[in-house]
């Protein structure tokens, strides 16, 4: 469809790609309905992927001018595209899980970081500032070692994470490599993105000037 290869997003009316745009479609009641899979029928039209442009979007009545008719725009849509990001990151967590792509509790989590099989972290917001310190020191070594950049997140709480993985408690995580571990990450840093938030880099601190990294002993 015409409407599919043209990406431009109807606040900044820059052009991008559909891992920096999210897609909107009219549904049969004109409502205006976020098409996080690109798989909806009907022409569609595109928003920056970040809380902040679909807010604009919405309060500028741009999607009616980009549909060209009178549509319905939910008051609180930034809120709705948020939600439905997450919970497609929780269950993508689950399946990470399912399929072994995912290292609970903070001694698996070290260890799949300084292995480099992690690609990337998340801590629940409950975590402890010290559980967190420990971990930072492990993604830094790896670094320092030549490993892989592994960023850490802190998306969802640990009742959220829980929930996704069958009542387990989690604070700390580690999604690995593998088809089920690309697929959760891509959702955990696009829901970042969506937030207008900053992973926790490996390569910020004193560490990633070239010191030594702490002993976690």
């Not at 606040?11 to 559909?18: F, I, N, S």
């Not at 670094?143 to 989690?170: Q, W, Y």
């Amino acid at each position: 469809m015409k409407d599919m290869n043209e990406r431009t997003c109807i606040v900044t009316r820059q052009a991008g790609d559909a891992e920096t745009l999210l897609r909107f479609v009219a549904g049969p009641d004109m409502s205006v309905v976020p098409d996080l899979k690109r798989k909806l029928p009907g022409r569609g039209c595109w928003v920056t992927a970040d809380r902040v442009h679909v807010d604009q979007a919405a309060k500028k009545n741009l999607f009616r001018r980009a549909f060209k008719a009178d549509v319905t725009v939910a008051p609180d849509l930034g809120a709705l595209v948020d939600g439905l990001m997450a919970k497609s990151a929780l269950g993508s967590l689950g399946l990470a899980r399912k399929a072994g792509r995912l290292a609970l509790g903070a001694a698996k989590v070290d260890s799949a970081v300084r292995s480099g099989e992690a690609l990337l972290v998340l801590h629940a917001f409950e975590a402890s500032d010290d559980g967190v310190r420990k971990i930072a020191q492990a993604r830094r070594a790896t670094v320092h070692l030549g490993g892989p950049r592994i960023d850490a997140h802190k998306l969802f709480s640990e009742a959220e994470m829980g929930l996704a993985l069958g009542g387990t408690n989690v604070i700390h995580a580690a999604v690995l490599a593998g088809d089920a571990g690309q697929a959760a990450a891509k959702r955990m840093v696009a829901l970042e993105r969506f937030r207008g938030g900053f992973p926790d880099s490996p390569l910020t601190g004193a560490d990633a000037e070239g010191g030594p990294a702490e002993d976690t002993e």
